[in-house]
């Protein structure tokens, strides 16, 4: 017996079904992949919220969102995040009235194409009886701020930490390029308000005839000033390390002998590796 030959209705209803199934498939994956980014811009949303939350309960305001000048005076203009700080996303504040203004923390100059969110809160300035003001608060999530983050989590918690990198141009004050085919991935400690320790790494594109620098405040965490050359291969990513140690370890050996890792609490400082 042979094969039932459908009728042209029946291949229609099929035909008109495939489409609505593969329709459906396709408009399901659409929206995964355009959410991601928006998922990603949530988070930071929340991130933002929870930062400016706890800078409205810290020493900077007595009583809730009411900031006391002489607090703000001391950080005015400088690139601390403190009291409040989070491990990944750096931000940068602004508080002002009608007569006056104040702002610190981060700021990048380099990588600047990072996630960015920026929110405004309601608050009050205690000067001269209590001024009503506005708070912006501006987060950034960039590949510093990871960087910084890897130093941090390494040096306290004993455990290796990595990311991707792309090809990077960064220098330190004393880095020389030697090949211009290099990628390169530079930071070094800085000391800045004293004691205040900070995170940078500078870049040999000059913009207005100048080299650019920036930092993050990286408070209490030891890690190697570093100067990587590296060149991206085809079809492969080129990872960045972290690895806590006792004492500072070259890359090669580190790769080889998983016992000169520090476990928590033996942790002296912090050596960068590409791999």
């Known amino acids: 017996m042979g094969e039932k030959i459908m009728s042209p209705g029946e291949q229609f209803a099929f035909i008109f079904s495939m489409l609505i199934t593969l329709g459906t498939i396709l408009i399901l994956v659409s929206l995964f992949v355009s959410t991601r980014p928006i998922v990603q811009t949530d988070s930071l949303i929340r991130t933002n919220a929870e ?7 810290s020493n900077l305001v007595v009583p809730r969102a009411v900031f006391v ?3 703000l005076d001391g950080r005015k203009g400088s690139q601390l995040e403190e009291p409040v700080r989070h491990c990944g996303v750096g931000y940068f504040m602004q508080v002002k009235t009608k007569d006056e203004e104040w702002s610190f923390g981060y700021q990048p100059e380099i990588f600047t194409d990072g996630l960015t969110v920026s929110q405004s809160y309601p608050a009050a300035v205690s000067k001269n009886g209590i001024q009503p003001a506005r708070v912006t608060l501006t987060v950034y999530d960039n590949l510093l701020t990871r960087v ?4 941090e989590k390494a040096y306290k918690l004993g455990e290796i930490q990595k990311t ?3 090809c990077e141009l960064l220098i330190t004050g004393k880095s020389e390029i030697s090949d211009f085919r290099d990628c390169t991935f530079a930071l070094y400690r800085q000391e800045k308000l004293g004691e205040r320790k900070f995170m940078c790494t500078s870049s040999r594109q000059a913009a207005f005839g100048r080299t650019m620098t920036e930092c993050r405040y990286l408070p209490d965490v030891f890690f190697e000033d570093t100067f990587l050359t590296y060149r991206p291969k085809e079809n492969s990513i080129t990872v960045l390390k972290a690895y806590p140690v006792r004492t500072q370890t070259p890359c090669e050996e580190l790769k080889i002998n998983p016992g000169l890792i520090a476990k928590k ?3 002296q400082t912090v050596v960068f590796c590409i791999e």
């Open 148 to 151: 910084s983050c890897m130093a």
């Open 51 to 57: 930062i400016a939350d706890n800078i409205f309960t």
């Open 69 to 71: 000048a002489k607090e």
């Open 265 to 267: 609490g033996e942790v």
């Open 164 to 166: 991707e990198i792309p």
